[in-house]
């Protein structure tokens, strides 16, 4: 069964146009994760939270905001995506606060027209 | 500043043979972990297996086991009698204890070949 579910697998927004992208798990973990991969890249860290203590990466723009109602759901909002903004976005948890991050979903594709 | 190197940007390997992906880093911190995680395409990304820096003894999952040299900050891993489900992206990443960032390689591609 998954347990990190990320919606959409895919998702085409147009240039500027605001999109929100949305994880949600089922294992209870306190910390989540949210990691952009572009093209043969590794993955780089957005944000994560900690229960609801959100913690933004320094070099993560300001048009990438996130949202966690609650334990099991968390959002990533880009405000105003530019090309550049196209890529694979991973949404991972963890159980242990200072260990990596366990259970990753499928990602969601982002592409901009 | 943290970083981490994967030298080798894809890899072949006959299936039942074993192949070792190579994985350095650069850090002048001394407790810290090291992870191999697996990407097949189009799935999920895989935690492998993780090593604390603190144990000298090399960490072993079934078929993977890495080569630890702390003094060398080199993190290879081997892959033992190797299956085509074994063809993927590997990442090498690194954590500093108590902090929640990971640093990525740049990954390795392996091939299994039948």
């Known amino acids: 069964d998954a347990m990190v579910i990320q919606n959409p697998r895919y998702q085409v927004t147009q240039f500027g146009k605001p999109v929100t992208l949305s994880c949600s798990q089922t294992l209870n973990h306190n910390v989540m994760y949210w990691y952009q991969q572009k093209s043969s890249q590794a993955p780089k860290l957005l944000f994560h939270?900690?229960?609801?203590?959100?913690?933004n990466e320094a070099d993560t723009p300001d048009n990438f905001q996130s949202r966690r109602p609650n334990t099991s759901f968390c959002f990533l909002d880009i405000r105003s995506p530019g090309l550049g903004d196209a890529a694979m976005y991973l949404c991972?948890?963890?159980?242990?606060?200072?260990?990596?991050?366990?259970?990753f979903g499928d990602g969601t594709r982002l592409s901009i027209l | 500043a943290q970083t981490v190197t994967q030298s080798q940007p894809e890899m072949s390997v006959q299936e039942a043979e074993t192949v070792t992906l190579s994985c350095t880093y650069d850090t002048s911190e001394s407790d810290y972990y090291l992870f191999w995680y697996k990407q097949p395409p189009s799935r999920q990304m895989i935690l492998v297996i993780r090593q604390e820096a603190y144990k000298q003894q090399n960490a072993t999952e079934n078929r993977f086991s890495v080569n630890f040299q702390k003094a060398a900050k080199s993190f290879s891993l081997k892959i033992s009698d190797s299956q085509l489900g074994d063809a993927a992206m590997y990442f090498c990443a690194y954590s500093l204890k108590g902090t929640y960032k990971y640093i990525f390689g740049t990954g390795t591609r392996l091939k299994v070949l039948a």
């Open positions: 991972a948890t963890s159980e242990d606060p200072s260990g990596p991050p366990q259970h």
């Open positions: 939270y900690y229960d609801k203590d959100f913690n």
